[in-house]
Structure formats: C-alpha cells, structure tokens
C-alpha cells in the first residue's frame, strides 16, 4: 500500500488529514461493521429505555403474556449491545492496529533505501522515535479523530438543520457564536499543533540520549560521565512533560470555554424568544423542541473540541512521517549490469561534504584490473572518503569513478555493490548466529563448507570452534561477546566470502596483534591475487608488498610507487615508515 502524492505540502493539514485517510480505505468493510456495532449499541440503549416503560405498562395492566417475554427481551437487549459493543471495539481497534502495522513497515522499508546522507544527518535515536513513537501517534489521532469527527460532525449537522427547520431566524441568531469559537477552535489548534510537534522532537531527542548512553556506556563510566548523562536527560524529559502538560492545560481551558460560549448563545436566543413579537409565531411545543435540539448540540460540540487535540496530535506526526516517506531515495539511475573485471579510474574526482569540507581534491588514478594498490596518509586525508566513492555511498561532487571505463552511476547500484567486497573501518556485526554474520545478506545462500573456507582465510576458524556452539553461536547482547581482533577476523570472512573482483580493506587488520595480523597478510596475499584490491593501513608493515602504495595528504595523491621507490624518494612516505619503524 504506497500513497505517494506529487505535490505533496506536509505542512498542508488538509492534505495531510486526506493522506492519512487514504490508508484507511482499504478497511472500509471494518468500518462498515464498526458502524453497525456503534448502531446495535445505540439502539439498545434506547430500546432499554423502551423496555421499562412497557413494562411499567405491563405490571399495571397485569398483561401476562407480555410478562412471560419479558426475561428474553432483558437477555435479548443485552446479547444485541454486547454485540454491538464486540463489533465497536474490536473493528475500530483492527483498523487502528493495522494503520500503525502498515505505516511503520512502510517507513522502514523507506529506511532502507534512504542514501547514507540521511543517516550523517539525523541521529539514530531520533530515527528510531519516528519508527516507534510517531507512528502510534498517528494512530492513535486518526482512527479515533476520523470516527468522532464523522459521527459527532453529522450529528450537529443533523441538528442544525432541525433547528433551521423549525426556527430559521432563531437559528440563525444562536450562529452568532459560530465565530468566536471558531477563532478558539483555530488558535487552539495552531497551538495543539505546535505543541505536538514539539512533544515529538522532544521525544526524539529523549530517545537519542538513550541510545547514546546505552552504546556509549563504557564512556560514560570511565569519564564519570553520570552527572552529565542525567541531567541532559533529565532536561529533555523535563521538556516533554512541560510540553505534555500545556497541552493538557489547553484542552481543559478550551473545551469548558466553548461550552460558555455555546450557553451565551442559548440564554441569548432564550432571552430574544421569550419577546412576544418574536414568540408570536411559534408554538409553545416549536419553542420547547427548539430548545431542546439546541442543548444537544452541547455533547457532539465538546466531543469535537476534545477530540481536536488528538486530531492536531495525528496530523503533527502523520507530517513528520510523510516528510520522511517523501524524502529523496538513494539515487540509481544505473541500468547497466556488467560482469566487472576490475579496473578502476578516478577523473578529476572532488568530494566536498556537506559541511564544506573538502575531502577529495582533483583526484587522479588508475588502477588496473587484479592490481594492488596501498593507501596511506595521515587521519583525515580522505583515505575513507575515497573508497566510499567507489561504492557509490558517496556521490563525487565534480568528476568521475569509473569501472572497466563505465561510468559508476550507469551501473545498477545492487550490481555495483555485489561485485565489491569491503572490511569497513567499523565492524558491524549482528544479533545472529556466527554463520549468518558471515553469511549476511545477499551471501545467506552460501553453503557452510564455503563459509568455514571463508573464516580459514580469515584466520577466524579456529576461535569460532572454541565457541560455546560453533558456528551456530549467537553474538550479541544475549549471547557471546567477542574481542575487537575477532570481530576484524568475522568482517574480514564475510568480506572473503563475497568472493567479488574488487576487494576493498579500510584498516581491517587494525585491531589484530602481530602474529594473527602476519597470517591474515599471508592469508589476505593469495586472495588479493586475481582480483583489485584497495588497502588502507595505517601500519606501514602490512602493505610493503603492494604492486602500488599511494600516499594522500588533503585528498590528493603526494607520492606514489612501490615500497623501495617511496622510500628512495625520502618524502612523505619514508618519513611515516621511519617513525613506525622507531615504535
Ligand atoms: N560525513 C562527513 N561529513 C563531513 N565531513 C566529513 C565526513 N566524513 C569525513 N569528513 C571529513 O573529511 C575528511 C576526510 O575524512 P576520511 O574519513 O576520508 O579520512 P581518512 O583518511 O579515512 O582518515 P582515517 O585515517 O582517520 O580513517 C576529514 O577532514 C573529515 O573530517
Ligand atoms: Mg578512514
């Protein structure tokens, strides 16, 4: 179900409003039955009211045979509003479930085809409170906001064309409120909005000190950073509740004022009618039923007002969400899907961050297909920035990357991305197995011979065996924790496991000590063979043996040969091998 509109303006509430009650279209026949529950409930009040007296009537006339059906009409009525009541509550809460199901697979789906732009962007915590707070939101307004604006709205409708019916003039008098509460109804809202929408940022921002202190907590520990953690939450959640309770203030002074205005009214038409030129023409029974439709209204009239913040609740969040829905998706305009064999040019590539940092200056190189090529330079010399161009994470602001001289972006990204393997400088494992770490994604079809061979190379087979279960351990919160050199090794099999013809390690023996790093070199050297490979080391010892060693300093190349010509050059590069050495 994707309800996606061209000139969409989310801070447009009638589009917004239309948008959400396009989702509840295909529950139409849940509405239906909710209708008919809602039906079933009212009549049997009214029927109770009915039953009583035609009992009273029958206990007076002694009617005998009435009395007789009078036990199956009781159990009747009840069996008909506890139906009504099931029908009510269980279709209005179906279509309310099924609105925050589909809303928020939806928007995670949208997650995931978001460019990696959006998430430099915005926290992750602050992401995760649109996924889980914003979306209930929405819900929670909608459903209930769209039944009460349809019921209570009709009925004022209703009434208002009884009063017409019976006394226009009179009418049109008691419409002199019409304005005022109006303008409350509209400064109400603006503020009901406003509010809403910053109980949600607000959330967000809770949500984001939470997940900052849960991944951070050995930080927070080791620096004492208690006091401080505290009281930025305690502020954030303190401005929650301020918030929460302005609205709360609001829709209590709100609805009492427009009850006043609404008895201003009625005392205003009673004091003009009980004027005999006005009087005149009306029958006592007119003026009294006149009187009464009005006062009906108050009910319907309060219920709307109530349900208004709700309303403004839904339509802040149901923004916010759309906003994300239509947020612009990582481009792929590629259509080609070669079978790469491994060349690699960088023309003229500039790569300037949206910051104004320029990471990649007037970039240079080619790189022949199964050629290994070593990057080094200092931290913030755009070493990472580099290779995330090539799998297009990053969209070259001048210039161009192409592979077996096809321009990048003509290549479809998913077969971009399949043909290149990558160790990012950050592990990141999942909350699985072992093996389905390994064999992650698009790799999950592997055999398990083929991931043992995998971790072999890895150098990451034999601690897996001294695991609990194997390969079928589980990693994560509930299950094993793992040291960062392991952690390398499983990042570096599923990288081996990929098997594809370029192969990319941004510092993925970083965290190894010396031995396991010589064995994954040896390991990593016949695999190199027969395939591109880029590496970024800090540690010059593990890239002597590259056919090419480029040395980046502010996103340009500096120097460039192999290990003996850099070092015969005496620049850059032997000054940084010299101090390692020193160490
Ligand atoms: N997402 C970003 N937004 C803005 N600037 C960034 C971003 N990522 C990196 N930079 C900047 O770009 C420059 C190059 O960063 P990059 O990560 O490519 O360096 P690196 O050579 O990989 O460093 P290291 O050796 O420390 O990993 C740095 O000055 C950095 O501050
Ligand atoms: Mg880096």
């Known amino acids: 179900m994707t309800i996606h509109q061209k000139n969409f303006d989310p801070n447009d509430k009638l589009a917004v409003f239309l948008r959400l009650s396009g989702y509840l279209v295909p529950y139409w026949w849940a509405g239906i039955l909710m209708v008919i529950g809602m039906i079933l409930s009212a009549t049997a009040e009214v029927a109770g009211a009915k039953l009583f007296q035609i009992i009273i009537d029958a206990i007076t006339q002694n009617n005998q045979t009435q009395k007789f059906w009078f036990p199956f009409l009781v159990i009747g009525l009840f069996v008909m509003r506890g139906l009504g009541a099931f029908l009510g509550g269980y279709y209005s809460a179906y279509v309310s479930r099924n609105l925050v199901y589909h809303i928020r697979v939806q928007v995670f789906e949208k997650l995931l085809k978001l460019p990696s732009d959006f998430y430099l962007k915005n926290p992750a915590g602050t992401i995760s409170s649109k996924l889980i707070f914003d979306v209930e939101q929405v819900t929670a307004g909608s459903n209930e906001s769209i039944t009460t604006l349809l019921k209570e709205g009709l009925t004022v409708l209703a009434l208002f064309g009884y009063l017409f019916y019976i006394n226009w003039r009179l009418t049109l008098v008691l419409l002199i409120v019409v304005p005022p509460i109006f303008l409350i109804i509209r400064y109400v809202s603006k503020r009901f909005s406003k509010l809403s929408i910053g109980i949600q940022e607000s959330m967000g921002v809770v949500s984001h000190i939470i997940n900052e202190t849960i991944t951070g907590y050995q930080v927070v520990k080791n620096y004492g950073g208690q006091t401080y953690e505290t009281d930025r939450f305690n502020k954030a959640s303190l401005d929650n509740l301020q918030k929460g309770m302005k609205i709360t203030l609001l829709a209590v002074v709100n609805s009492p004022l427009i009850q006043l205005l609404m008895a201003v009214g009625m005392c205003f038409v009673v004091w003009l009618s009980l004027r005999p030129e006005v009087l005149g023409s009306m029958s006592a029974g007119q003026f009294t039923s006149f009187l009464i439709a009005a006062g009906l209204l108050a009910r319907p009239v309060k219920a709307l007002t109530d349900v208004n913040q709700k309303l403004q609740r839904g339509l802040a969040a149901g923004s916010s969400i759309f906003k994300l829905l239509d947020a612009p998706e990582e481009c792929d305009t590629g259509t080609l899907t070669p079978s790469i064999r491994g060349d690699i040019s960088f023309n003229n590539v500039s790569l300037v961050y949206d910051g104004g940092v320029q990471a990649i200056c007037d970039f240079n ?48 990204l998913s077969s971009l991305r399949e043909q290149i393997s990558m160790v990012n400088q950050q592990v990141t494992l999942f909350l699985d197995t072992v093996a389905h770490n390994i064999a992650y994604g698009s790799l999950s079809d592997k055999s398990r011979e083929e991931i043992v061979l995998a971790s072999k190379s890895a150098y990451a087979h034999d601690f897996i065996m001294k695991l609990p279960n194997g390969y079928d351990s589980f990693i994560g919160a509930d299950g094993l924790q793992l040291s960062g050199g392991q952690r390398q090794r499983l990042s570096i099999a599923r990288a081996l496991l990929k098997d594809a013809p370029i192969l990319i390690l941004d510092e993925a023996t970083s965290a190894l000590d010396n031995e396991s790093e010589f064995y994954i070199q040896k390991a990593l050297e016949t695999i190199m063979k027969g395939r591109t490979t880029l590496v970024i080391a800090h540690r010059l010892s593990t890239i002597q043996n590259a056919d090419r060693i480029i040395v980046m300093d502010k996103g340009q190349i500096i120097e460039s040969g192999t290990h003996d010509e850099l070092l015969a050059l005496g620049g850059m590069y032997q000054t940084m091998y010299e101090r390692t050495f020193d160490e």
Do not use: C, H, W
Request: no cysteine.
């Open 365 to 412: 190189l080619d790189i022949k297909a199964g050629e290994t090529v070593a990057v080094v330079g200092r931290s913030g010399s755009g070493k990472t920035t580099l290779v995330n161009l090539l799998t297009r994470t990053l969209t070259p602001t001048k210039g161009q990357v192409l592979i077996d001289g096809v321009p990048i972006d003509k290549i479809k």
